[in-house]
């Protein structure tokens, strides 16, 4: 019985990861090393692969900044009332639910070129969809529950009493933070960090809408796999996907190390 | 004084920041989504439901998420239960490469999927000359839907199965009972909130999903062109109105998936 079960498991993961993973390895190959060097080196995959870099910098930089602010007022506000506390609180996983393709569709009913909010910043120069902003804002809107969902438990633990004897000390609010609030959490915060750059990095239906996946302008290393495919250049999109592949396991790797150090603490 | 001010400055600051930002980033474009599909009238929204492509591509959608969902609860429940319980070689490498979907970037499965099974790939040649169809056909669809949601219901099973106090099978076995009734007495209620939990969340990750499965959904309204696809190539056409009208019916089914999960969920906690 036990062989069997453990056999099946390995043969589950085998086909559906081991399989596609090495497949992909050797497609990237199939040209043969100068075939994955080119399709890396086109000025489309360069280019692209600079705006992911950008997107999953600027979406990680704000929404940790936000994260970990929502984070403390959804626990530790007393100026909203528990009904607003936790209306909030449902709002944060609705990104969850939303399909990206969705999540882009919205950006683009709200402040595409056809909106009335869009309109006023096209009149005043300012582009939103079809540019850089919504590529960042439709990645915002994907990341935003991660980091909060990391944070709040571990605030929720440690309980708000050592804060308060800090501040009865006589300690301001921003020492209170980054000497009694911030040890605990920084753990949580760097698991969710990495979270947000594996899910920023990776992410395509809400760009694709948003960004309208244009060659060296807006396209991403994830829409440029894409349009590699639907132009039936797959060793090309083998390439940049296993850059991209590799970057994530890569993360994954770090996601194990930082959950162990998070749970010795 | 004048620090005080400063101070209450600050504090304003933070909270209508943090205000507006919930309020821009998610609460109005999600209340756009809904306006804009009743913004020609409800009839004009009535009629971009009864189209068929449009709900026929919804049904689709429900049927293979639901196919996907059940075949996860299956395979994620016996893997749950290998890695907690049997120790073997290379137990801790499959353990972490459980999250691995979740890392991937879902084109970036989608074309592993495409790459594996597609026209040129050994099985999908050995498939095509028995007749059967693949990729951009349902089964790629399905395929693609359980590589995305691997590991929701093993990560929900794997933390109740670790909690399971081993006396109570113990008990059992001792009182005579026999390994099938255990199973099904004690360790299957045990799991199951894992599996109901963790094959929801898959069904409506599965529902939503488009990343993975736009590389190797084909076109065909009815018969393998899902939601999210349909959506998106309305968006391409320009037709912002139709795209909205089935984006809320998903919308509003993955709403209401999350919210059954989190009434579960406290009554789970109150318990």
């Known amino acids: 019985m036990r062989r069997l079960w453990i056999g099946l498991t390995y043969l589950v993961f085998f086909l559906l990861i081991a399989a596609p993973l090495g497949k992909m390895i050797t497609g990237a190959f199939g040209k043969g090393l100068s075939g994955f060097w080119e399709a890396l080196t086109r000025p489309e995959a360069l280019h692209a692969l600079m705006m992911t870099a950008l997107v999953v910098i600027t979406v990680t930089l704000l929404n940790t900044l936000f994260g970990i602010m929502t984070a403390l007022y959804l626990v530790r506000a007393e100026w909203m009332g528990p009904r607003l506390k936790s209306l909030l609180n449902s709002i944060v996983d609705l990104p969850y639910a939303v399909s990206p393709v969705i999540g882009?569709?919205?950006?683009?009913?709200?402040?595409?070129?056809?909106?009335?909010?869009?309109?006023?910043?096209?009149?005043?120069?300012?582009?939103?969809?079809?540019?850089?902003?919504?590529?960042?804002?439709?990645?915002?809107?994907?990341?935003?529950?991660?980091?909060?969902?990391?944070?709040?438990?571990?605030?929720?633990?440690?309980?708000?009493?050592?804060?308060?004897?800090?501040?009865?000390?006589?300690a301001y609010g921003w020492t209170t933070f980054w000497k009694v609030t911030w040890p605990s959490i920084q753990w949580a915060v760097i698991y969710g960090v990495i979270l947000t750059v594996a899910r920023s990095l990776g992410e395509f239906g809400a760009v694709l809408v948003v960004s309208g996946n244009i060659m060296n302008r807006t396209q991403t290393a994830t829409t440029l796999v894409y349009q590699d495919v639907e132009n039936f250049n797959v060793t090309a999109a083998g390439g940049v996907a296993l850059v991209l592949a590799a970057f994530s396991v890569g993360l994954l790797l770090l996601m194990e190390w930082s959950k162990k150090r998070k749970e010795v603490r | 004084m004048n620090s005080l001010l400063r101070y209450k400055g600050w504090t304003w600051g933070f909270r209508s920041t943090i205000l507006l930002y919930f309020v821009v980033l998610i609460v109005l474009p999600?209340?756009?989504?809904?306006?804009?599909?009743?913004?020609?009238?409800?009839?004009?929204?009535?009629?971009?439901?009864?189209?068929?492509?449009?709900?026929?591509?919804?049904?689709?959608?429900?049927?293979?998420?639901?196919?996907?969902?059940?075949?996860?609860?299956?395979?994620?429940?016996?893997?749950?239960?290998?890695?907690?319980?049997?120790?073997?070689?290379?137990?801790?490498?499959?353990?972490?490469?459980?999250?691995?979907?979740?890392?991937?970037?879902?084109?970036?499965?989608?074309?592993?999927?495409?790459?594996?099974?597609?026209?040129?790939?050994?099985?999908?040649?050995?498939?095509?000359?028995?007749?059967?169809?693949?990729?951009?056909?349902?089964?790629?669809?399905?395929?693609?839907?359980?590589?995305?949601?691997?590991?929701?219901?093993?990560?929900?099973?794997?933390?109740?199965?670790?909690?399971?106090?081993?006396?109570?099978?113990?008990?059992?076995?001792?009182?005579?009972?026999?390994?099938?009734?255990?199973?099904?007495?004690?360790?299957?209620?045990?799991?199951?909130?894992?599996?109901?939990?963790?094959?929801?969340?898959?069904?409506?990750?599965?529902?939503?999903?488009?990343?993975?499965?736009?590389?190797?959904?084909?076109?065909?309204?009815?018969?393998t062109l899902v939601s999210s696809v349909f959506i998106y190539g309305e968006v391409e056409s320009d037709n912002g109105v139709g795209a909205a009208a089935v984006s809320i019916i998903l919308l509003t089914l993955s709403f209401l998936i999350l919210w059954l999960i989190n009434v579960a969920q406290m009554r789970g906690r109150r318990r």
């Open chain 1, 104 to 170: 882009g569709l919205m950006i683009v009913l709200l402040l595409g070129p056809d909106s009335a909010l869009g309109a006023v910043f096209e009149h005043i120069g300012f582009n939103i969809v079809y540019a850089f902003p919504g590529m960042v804002i439709a990645t915002l809107f994907v990341t935003f529950p991660l980091m909060v969902r990391e944070v709040m438990p571990v605030l929720q633990e440690i309980g708000g009493q050592q804060e308060e004897a800090a501040s009865t000390l006589g």
């Open chain 2, 30 to 223: 999600i209340l756009g989504v809904y306006y804009n599909s009743f913004s020609l009238g409800f009839t004009n929204f009535v009629e971009s439901i009864s189209d068929p492509i449009a709900w026929r591509s919804v049904l689709l959608t429900l049927r293979l998420a639901l196919i996907a969902a059940t075949i996860n609860v299956a395979l994620g429940t016996m893997i749950a239960w290998v890695l907690v319980r049997y120790k073997f070689p290379g137990r801790p490498l499959l353990n972490s490469m459980v999250d691995l979907p979740f890392a991937l970037p879902t084109a970036v499965g989608g074309l592993m999927i495409l790459l594996l099974l597609g026209p040129g790939s050994l099985i999908g040649g050995a498939a095509e000359s028995l007749g059967l169809e693949i990729v951009f056909h349902q089964p790629a669809i399905v395929i693609a839907m359980v590589f995305v949601t691997f590991p929701f219901v093993i990560r929900a099973v794997q933390p109740l199965l670790e909690e399971l106090d081993p006396s109570e099978e113990e008990a059992a076995y001792t009182m005579g009972a026999k390994g099938i009734r255990v199973f099904r007495q004690v360790i299957l209620p045990a799991m199951a909130p894992g599996m109901i939990g963790g094959g929801m969340l898959a069904f409506s990750r599965a529902l939503a999903e488009f990343g993975a499965v736009v590389l190797v959904a084909g076109n065909i309204p009815g018969r």
